[in-house]
């Protein structure tokens, strides 16, 4: 990232009514640069959303077997969004400090609150584990899944982080982890 770059980040894909929006720790640099979520393609966040039930009706909407980041915009359309916890881009979340985590937990409870969306779906539990501790005021440990909080109307759920530094999961994992976030919006009666 360059001089000019210092300060950019990627807009927040956020409408009202969506079905699920999708909360990452913060933007790479990479992906700022290139305009699109989850941009990298060693990110396992396209592959495996795009071979999960979630994404089923957006890909037979755009006529697509794979969703690519080009399409992060276009999934408005079908009721999905996109944030970040912190919107200060960094080459790896590792960079961003414990003080910047909590200090996005305020605007990021608002946009939710203000959107109102069906789950707010976090990835990874890094960026869930401060709003966690700013709803509870608890320093337990959140497991992945649904969780027993919400904010506002929206429900919590936690999938893997699909970044490739997390190898605690295979993609088939992470797969199963976007087919129960469907399951929970159907349950929903979505």
């Not at 807009?11 to 979520?37: A, E, M, W």
């Not at 990110?43 to 992060?72: I, K, Q, T, Y």
């Not at 996109?82 to 990021?108: I, M, N, Q």
């Not at 992470?174 to 976030?181: E, G, I, K, S």
Request: net charge positive; with cysteine; charged share 20%.
């Amino acid at each position: 990232m360059d001089a000019q770059d210092i300060g950019r980040s990627l807009p927040d894909l956020l409408r009202d009514g969506l079905d699920v929006v999708f909360v990452g720790i913060n933007p790479s640099t990479f992906s700022v640069l290139q305009g699109h979520y989850f941009a990298r393609r060693t990110n396992r966040f396209w592959p495996c959303f795009s071979r999960s039930r979630l994404s089923h009706a957006a890909r037979r909407r755009m006529g697509l077997e794979r969703l690519e980041p080009v399409h992060d915009r276009m999934l408005l359309e079908d009721g999905f969004g996109f944030t970040d916890a912190v919107k200060r881009a960094t080459a790896r979340a590792a960079d961003l400090t414990p003080s910047e985590l909590a200090l996005g937990v305020p605007s990021l409870l608002a946009k939710i609150e203000r959107h109102r969306p069906k789950i707010a779906c976090f990835h990874g539990i890094t960026a869930y584990r401060q709003v966690h501790q700013v709803i509870t005021g608890s320093k337990s440990q959140p497991g992945l899944g649904l969780q027993s909080l919400r904010i506002a109307r929206t429900l919590l759920f936690i999938v893997p982080n699909p970044s490739p530094a997390n190898a605690h999961y295979t993609p088939a994992e992470q797969t199963r982890w976007y087919d129960r976030l469907a399951d929970c919006l159907a349950a929903m009666g979505n």
